[in-house]
């Protein structure tokens, strides 16, 4: 008793301690307060394009979060924040309405990819968040696609395992996005029949690196045998993109061809976009 009081006493006079935890409890609120509010947190939608030719397949609804005072906060802080807070529930559902609404407005053949949290999964309503969202934008099922990370598989959640399945029923796409960052990464892969597969920037960044070539040709082989396409994440150069290319990755991502913008200038993407000649899909 006497060593569990000593140790909160000493705990209670870390300096800094006291910094965190104020910041953390204000993030915490002000994160309340931007869902309350318009503009507060807002998605930007990064350009997805297909590898052999550079054409547009569709976005990815990345979220923002402009604080009043200390600017854009990264989805890096906010996130797992949200996620310990349980707030991640409203903001994914945030994300989901909003990315609908947007992706109805393009043409037909575009498709939105939303982030999903393991943590949003575990809870019980995702599905019928995801029905409400589409429904309200009248958007068709199979032009909304769940990204998920390994964690929801590490788990081995039940819930989030028939969740997914219930998605998939509906004709919504499931990506499993970062992959090859987690844990035995392979194994994962039997407990759910994936739509496609995003291989983490790191081996895209290191590409030129013959052994991490050969695991990235791996991966899209083994996608093959599973009926999931491969999206490259990350590709930053004329260099990588060659690469992802010649490993006959199905779709690329990355600063190369867009950063993250907001949904006006996706107009203006759309409308730009004319089909070019392979090789020329840089913007
Ligand atoms: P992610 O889903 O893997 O998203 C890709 C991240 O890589 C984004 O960072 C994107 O801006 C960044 N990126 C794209 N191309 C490049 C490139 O060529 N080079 C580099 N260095 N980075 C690139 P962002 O927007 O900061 O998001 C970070 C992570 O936060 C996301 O990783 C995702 O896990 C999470 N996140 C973002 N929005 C949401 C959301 O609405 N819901 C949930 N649950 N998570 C989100
Ligand atoms: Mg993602
Ligand atoms: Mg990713
Ligand atoms: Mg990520």
């Not at 200390?70 to 807070?85: K, Q, R």
């Not at 696609?145 to 029923?169: F, G, H, M, N, Y």
Request: hydrophobic share 45%; net charge neutral.
């Amino acid at each position: 008793r006497a060593k569990a009081e000593g140790r909160n006493t000493f705990r209670y006079y870390v300096p800094g301690m006291n910094e965190a935890i104020t910041r953390r409890a204000r993030l915490e609120r002000d994160l309340h307060a931007a869902l309350g509010s318009a503009g507060g947190l807002v998605m930007h939608y990064q350009p997805i394009l297909r590898g052999a030719d550079g054409a547009l397949c569709g976005f990815e609804a990345l979220m923002r979060w402009r604080h009043p005072e200390l600017g854009l906060v990264a989805p890096s802080h906010f996130i797992p924040l949200a996620e310990e807070t349980g707030q991640i529930v409203a903001l994914g559902a945030f994300a989901l309405h909003e990315a609908c609404r947007a992706a109805a407005r393009w043409p037909g053949d575009l498709r939105v990819a939303v982030n999903v949290s393991a943590i949003q999964l575990r809870q019980p309503g995702l599905e019928q968040t995801v029905v409400a969202a589409l429904a309200g934008a009248r958007l068709p099922a199979a032009r909304l696609e769940i990204e998920i990370t390994e964690s929801v598989l590490v788990e081995d959640d039940p819930a989030s395992l028939s969740c997914l399945q219930r998605l998939k029923a509906l004709g919504v796409r499931i990506a499993l996005d970062d992959f090859g960052t987690g844990y035995s990464s392979l194994s994962y892969l039997r407990r759910f029949p994936f739509d496609r597969i995003k291989i983490d920037r790191s081996f895209i960044r290191d590409i030129a690196d013959a052994d991490t070539a050969a695991i990235v040709g791996a991966i899209v082989g083994m996608a093959a045998h599973f009926g999931a396409t491969v999206t490259a994440e990350g590709v930053e150069t004329q260099d990588q993109f060659e690469a992802v290319r010649a490993r006959a990755c199905t779709e690329v991502q990355g600063y190369l061809f867009g950063r993250p913008v907001p949904a006006r200038e996706v107009d203006d993407l759309i409308r730009r976009q004319a089909p070019r000649p392979a090789g020329q899909a840089a913007a």
